[in-house]
C-alpha cells in the first residue's frame, strides 16, 4: 500500500473519529495520571473531559456529517452523531454515579475509569459500523470491559457471579455472531453492509438465511430480546449499580444502533416475525417485572419490556425494506430509536442513579420494601423516583411518552396496527408495577424505627436533577432540546 | 388578553408556588390555594362573559408552535372553546373553590401536597376541555390522571390501595387504545388540529370511521363510565376523599362524555349513527343496573356512586339518541349530574366527619339534630331525582324527548330509572334523616357550620338558576351542536344512499311483465 492510497483510506476520517480520538485520548490520559504520582490528582477531571470532548465533536458530526470513511467501513453521519450522545451520556451517568460507589474497592479506580472509558468506543464503532468486522472489534471493545466491571466489586459473591454469567453468555452471543458471519461470508461473498443490502438473492440461500438468523440472534441476545433475555435480571441485578447504568442504557442503545444499519439487509418477510418477537418481549418483560421485589432486577424486567418496544420499530423498518415507502419510514423508525433511547437514558439513568445513591445508606436499598414511605422524609428523592417511573411508564409530560408515540407511530405506518394494539396494552401491566413502586414510596407509612436516610452527595443529586430536568424538558419542549438534532 | 392560556396556567402558577414556599402554617398554604382557584373561578366567568353563543366554531383560540419533529409530528399549544366545552369549563372553574373550601376539616395531613394535587388536577381538567390540538388534549387527558391518583392513594380509605390501581389501570387501558387510534387519525390525515381532524374523518367511509371510533370510544365508555366498564367507579368513589369524590363524579367522569361528543359523534357521524343503537342499550341498560346496584348498598356513599353510574347512563341514552332535543339535554345533563352528585358527595362528607361511619342503619332521625343538614340533602336529593323546577328535570326531559324519537323502548326502559332513583334516594333520605333517634351518638351531633352552609349554597342556587331558567346555559350550546347535527344529517343521507345501493335490484325482465 502506497502513501496516497493511505491518504485516500484517512481522507474525511478526522471528523468521523474525532469522537473516537477524544475518548481513546482520555483512556491514555487516565492510565497516565494513574501511575504519575504529580498527576493523580487531575484523574477525575479527565473522564468528563473526554466524554464533553466527544459530545462536541458528535454535535459536529451531527452539523457536519462526513459520509462512509476508512474505505467504506465506518460511517460518521448524523446518526452515528446522535447514538454517540447518547453513549456519552450513558457513560457519564456511569461515570458520576460510581464516585462515592466503591468503597472497598478505592485503590482500584483508575482502572475503573479506564474500563468505563473503553465501553463507548466499542459503541460508537457498533454504531457506525458499515462492515461486521469492525462491529464485531465495536462489540468486543464493549463486552471485555463490561465483563470486568460487573465483577469490579470482587469482594462480592452477587457482583462476581454477574460478570462470569455475563461473560460466558456474552462469549455465547459472540460465538454466534461470528458463526453468523461466516456463514453469510460464505454466501454473499461480502461483509460490507451496504453490498450486503444488494445480496437479496445469495441471501436467500439457506446458507446466507442461517447466517443472517445467526447474526439476529446474537444482536438480539446483545439487547435483552426474549428468548435471549434471561440473563439481563441477573446480571443487571449482581452488577455495581453503575455498571447497571451503563448496560441498561448505553449497551441497549448500540444494539439497536446496529440493528438499524443492519434492519435493510434483513427480507421484508423477516418483518412481521420480528414484531410478533417484540411483543412477546413487551409481554413477558412487563409480566416478569410485576412480581420482583428487588428495585434493581425490576428495572431489568422493565428494561426487557422497553427493548421489546425498540425491537417492534426495528421490525417496522425491515418490513418496508424494498417499498416505495422504505426512506420515509426508515426515517421515522430512526428518529423513534434516537428519541426513546435518549428520553430512556435519562429516565432508567436517572431511576438507578438514586437507588445508587440510597445504597450509600445501607445496600439493602435495592430493595423495594426498603423505600416505604420514603415520600414522607425524602420528598425529593421520592418524587425523582416517581418521575422517573412515571417516564418510564410513557406518562404524558414526561419524554417517554413522546418516545413511546414515536414507536408506535413508527409501527403504525408500517402497517402493523394488531402488533401496535398489542403492545400498547402491555404498557397497562407495566404501569402496574411501576405505580407499584410509587405505592410503596408515597402511600404507605414509613416503620417509625427506620432512620432517615443521609443525602450527603452533591453529585448524585445534581445527576438525579439534571436528569429529572430532562425527563420534563424532553416531555414538555422537545424542539428546544432536540431542534439541533433533528 | 390570552384568557385560556391564563386559566390554565393560574392553578399550575399556585401549585408551583405551592410547592416552593418555605411556609409550613397549613392555613396560608390553604389560603393561597384558595386564592388561585378564586382566581381561576374569576377567568372562568371571563370566558362565561366573552362566549359568543351565535358562533359555533372554537373561540377565543390561541395558537402557537409548540415543537416540530420533522417527518414525524408538529404539535401546536392551540386551546380554544365552543359550545361542547364552554358548560364544562365554567362548572370546573365554579367547583373548584367550594371543594377545596370543604377540605379545610376532612384533609389535616400532608395538607401541601393535597392542595398542590388539586391545583394541578384543576388545571388538567380545563386543559382537556379546552385543547384544540389532538396531541395537547391527550397529554392533559392523561395527566389528569395522576392527580386523582395520588388523592385516592393517600388520602384514601381503608381500601384505598386496591381501588387507586383498579382506577389508573381500567382508565389507561382505555387511553392506550386511544393512543393507538390516535396515532393512526394523525398519520392518516396528517394533521393535529381538531377541527382539521373532524374535517378530514367526515369525509371519510364508514370502514375507516368505525375503526377509529372504536378506539377512541372504549377510551370514553370506561371513563364514563359505561355498563360494563364501570366497576371502577364505585371502588373510586367510595375510597376516594371527599374532594376526590365531588372532582370525580363533578368533572372528571364528564371528560368520558365530552369525549364522546367531541371525539365520537363529532368527528365520526358516520360511525356514531351505526354505533348508535348499541350505545343507547347500554345507556338504558347502565340506567337500570345502576339503580338495581344503588338500591342494594347500605353504605350512603357507595349509594351515590352507584346512582352515578345510573345517571351517566342517562347521558349517554340521550346522546347517542342523536337527535337535538336529546344532544341538547345530555350536554346539560352532565352539568347537572356534577352539581347534584357534588353536593350529595359534600353532604355524606360533612356528616361523615362527625359520625365517622357511612353506613345507612347507624343513622335515623338526624333531622332533628341537624335541621339545615336535613334541608340540603333534602334538596339534594330532589335535583338528583329530578323535581321539576330543579336542575335535574329540564337535562332528563330533555334527553328522555330525544331518547323517544330514536326509540321509544328503550327510553320506557330508561324512564323506569327515574322512578328506581326516586326509589333508592328517597329511602336513603328516610333511613337517614326521619323517624326516631336510635343511637345516642346521633343524638350529640351539630349542625352545618357557617362554612359548610357557605359553601353548600352557591351550588344549590346554581341548581335552582338552572331549573328554572335553563336558557342562558343551552343557548351557549345551540350553534355548536347544530354543525354537529348537519354533520348527522349529511351522514343520514350517506346512510340512506348506501342502502339504496345496496337494494337488489328487480330485474328487468319481471318488471317488463
Redo the contacts between chains.
Sequence with gaps: MNFESLQDLYSGASGALAPLLWLTGGLLAVLICDITPVLIKLRPAVVPAALLGAAWSAAQLIANPSGPVLGGTFIGDSQTGAFTLIFVLATLLAWGQARRYYDQEKSFIGEHDALLITAPIGMILMAGAQDMIVFFIGLELLSIPLYCLAAFRRTRDESVEAGLRYFILGAFGVALFLMGAGLVYTAAGTLNIESLTHARVALGTPLGGMGLALIMGSLLFKAGVVPFHLWVPDVYQGSPTPVTTLMATGTKAAAFAFLLRFAPVLPPEAGYPLGIIAVVTLAMGNLGALVQKDLKRLLAWSGIAHAGLLLLVIAAAVTATGTGEQA?IL??AT??LL?YLLAYAFAAGGALGLVAWMEADGEDHTSLSRWQGLG?VRPGIAAGMTLFL?SLGG???TGG??G???A??AA??ADM?PL??LG??T??VA??YY??VV?TI??KPRPEAWATPRIDRPLAAFLAGFCAAMVLALGL????V?GPL? | MPLLTLIIFTPLLGALLLALVPIREVKVLRAIALGFTLVTTLLGFLVWQGFDPGEAALQLTEVHPWFELPGALAANYSLGVDGISILLVALTAFLMPLVLISTTQAITTRVREFLIWMLIMEAGMLGVFLAADLFLFYVFWEVSLVPLYFMLGIWGGQKRLYATLKFFLFTLAGSLVMLIGAIALVYQAGTLDIAALTQWAGAESLSVQGWLFAAFALAFAIKVPLLPFHTWLPDAHTEAPTAGSVILAGVLLKMGTYGLLRFGIAMFPLAALEASTLFMILGAAGIVYGAFLAMAQTDVKRLIACSSVSHLGFVVLGMFALTSAGLRGSVLQMVNHGLSTGLLFLLIGMVYERRHSRELSDYGGIARVMPMFAFFFVFSVLSSVGLPGLNGFVGEWLILLGAFEASPVLTGVGVTGVVFGAVYLLRATRLMLFGEITSDQNRALTDLTGREIGLLTPICLLCLVIGVMPGPFIERTEASLEVIEQRLDAARDQQAARAELERPAVPAEESAR
Design positions: 420515509q426515517n421515522a428518529s423513534a428519541f414522607s412515571l406518562i404524558p409530560a411518552f413522546l413511546k408515540w414515536l408506535f407511530s403504525v405506518r396496527l401496535a394494539v400498547a396494552l404498557s397497562v404501569m402496574g405505580l407499584r405505592i408515597w402511600m419542549l422537545p424542539g428546544f432536540l433533528f
